[in-house]
């Protein structure tokens, strides 16, 4: 599973894979010797990546490549190779902190900035069953406790400080892939940046958000923190795109924008990507179904919200073994940290709601949109949509310290979902 090679990189294709891969142990095992017999597809729909499945008589694995550019824009936007070491680093510790939540890592190349991986099978990422109205059972409880497991022992109330302080200065080295997320994340949504676009109705809307300061100002205290707090490692992409499913089991992929920050970024970014999935139902569901399959929906928020305070809690009362609200200031006299627990949980809870906010604008005003929206074809459909989810973003953005629990959060989505704002 370590490094090997060290030759130049050079990108792979379906027609030089099997023989540049041939003699690699690490896929063999899994797909077997007879090269002859590997069927190799590519099959990466992200917005970075080469992703191949390589098929044999005894099995398939998945070979990542990064390109040494963005592939959703081309060649002109370079993009460093490095980033394929921070997914491997960030994987290895993902596993370490909630085992069995992610594919199983084979190799790494570091030269190559290739990862084979465990092909995850019959799994299909969760966006396409979220537009396709299917269900995954245990889904919110299954994201809660990773989000709650990476989170607590990814920081100072678990890690040895020193360890963790490196942990952080290596991660520190992934600021092309925080780059990314400081502009198209944070900044590009609330101006007309070069590579923005938007569906043409939203134009009042657009530049109503465009001109209300107080919005910006609160989008730019947020990414304040996003690159100055590093409480813990996140994924730092974690989407519904990012995840994939059976109906019955849940894994999550692609950390290669993992960062020490805020704790709860992860958090909110996930919560707005099921909120998007909730306001574009409308045009992908029939009526008959729409409104069982938008509570569902909204149930997955709030089982994910709950099984996240139920571990968080369990790990903070068996697992604090960090420098913060130590046993020796609490427990050894005769204190509670109860009071503790909560403050810290009320304000991971504020920054995800924050960055919720931020991601729901982010998705239809910058460069990278999701299929939740943009696979709704008739844009007079989708954009009173969009609409609803721009300004309920704006309004977590405003008064996300308002927004006390997930009830407060789930009636409010409710209620932007009837509105007229188009
Ligand atoms: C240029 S990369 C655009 C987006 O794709 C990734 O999945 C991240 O979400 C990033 O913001
Ligand atoms: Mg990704």
Known sequence: ???????????????????????????????????????VREVGDGNLNLVFIVDGPSGSVIVKQALPYVRLVGDSWPLPLKRAFFEYNALTRQAQRDPHSVPDIYHFDESQ????????????????KLIKGERVADLGDVLGKFCARTAFRGSDL???????????????????LCDISESLVFTDPYYDAERNHHT?????????????????????????????????????????GSIMCTD??????????????????????????????????????AAGELEDYQNWVLQVIADLHASYIAEFTHLWNSERTG?????SMFKDQGHSSQGALEDRLAMIWEDAMGICGIEMHRRILSLAHNADFEAIEDTSVRAPLEARNLEMGRQLVLTRSDIKDVDALTALARSYNTKDIL
């Not at 900035?113 to 396409?128: D, T």
Request: hydrophobic content about 45%; glycine content about 4%.
């Open 1 to 39: 599973m370590a490094a090997q090679e060290s030759s130049a990189y050079s990108a792979l294709s379906v027609d030089t894979l099997t023989a540049r891969l041939a003699n690699l142990s690490a896929i063999t095992r899994h797909v077997g010797q007879d090269t002859a017999a590997w069927k």
């Open 200 to 240: 043409p109705q939203l134009d009042p809307v657009i530049a109503s958000l465009r001109n209300d300061v107080e919005l910006k100002t609160q989008a730019q205290h947020m990414l304040a923190r996003f690159a100055s707090n590093t409480e813990t490692m996140c994924h730092g992409d974690l989407h519904t």
């Open 113 to 128: 900035a290739l990862i084979v991986m465990e092909f995850l099978q019959p799994h299909i990422i969760l966006r396409g």
């Open 248 to 285: 019955v089991e849940t894994k999550i992929i692609d950390p290669e924008f993992a960062f020490y920050g805020p704790i709860g970024f992860d958090l909110g970014m996930l919560v707005a990507n099921f909120l998007m999935a909730y306001f574009s139902q409308p045009a992908h569901r």
């Open 323 to 327: 420098m913060l609200y130590p046993a």
């Open 158 to 176: 678990s890690m040895d400080t020193t360890n963790k302080k490196e942990d952080v200065a290596l991660f520190q080295g992934n600021a092309d």
